[in-house]
């Protein structure tokens, strides 16, 4: 399976981007999440969301001004960043779930996409 993850880009801080992602072979998973990995960093849990409903979850870092949502019509999932901070510079990776449960452990996730460039300047 093939995720695709698009979007990302250079942007100055107070700036807006949206990261997209779809599975290139149409199929759907049941929960969608979306990491990221700074420079010299951990991959770290960004948002989560389910296909068939329900309250996303994002972590501290990005609450308030990351948006997580899905488009059934285009099989795609996006993340809205507004407000980018200099601390959001990352790689930022799409990632799927065959399981039902959110979750916001990398290890919990069964297919990841190939990651887009997130740079934001100060």
């Known amino acids: 399976v093939q995720l695709q993850a698009s979007g990302g880009g250079l942007v100055q801080a107070g700036g807006s981007l949206r990261l997209s992602c779809t599975a290139a072979s149409g199929r759907t998973f049941n929960v969608m999440g979306w990491f990221r990995q700074g420079p010299g960093k951990e991959r770290e849990f960004v948002a989560t969301i389910s296909w068939s409903g329900g309250s996303p979850v994002y972590a501290e870092s990005v609450k308030g001004r990351f948006t997580i949502s899905r488009d059934h019509t285009k099989n795609t999932v996006y993340l809205q960043m507004n407000s980018l901070k200099p601390e959001d510079t990352a790689v930022y990776y799409c990632?799927?779930?065959?399981?039902?449960?959110?979750?916001?452990?990398?290890?919990?996730?069964?297919?990841w996409g190939q990651g887009t460039q997130v740079t934001v300047s100060s």
């Open positions: 990632a799927a779930r065959r399981a039902t449960v959110l979750a916001s452990t990398r290890f919990q996730y069964d297919y």
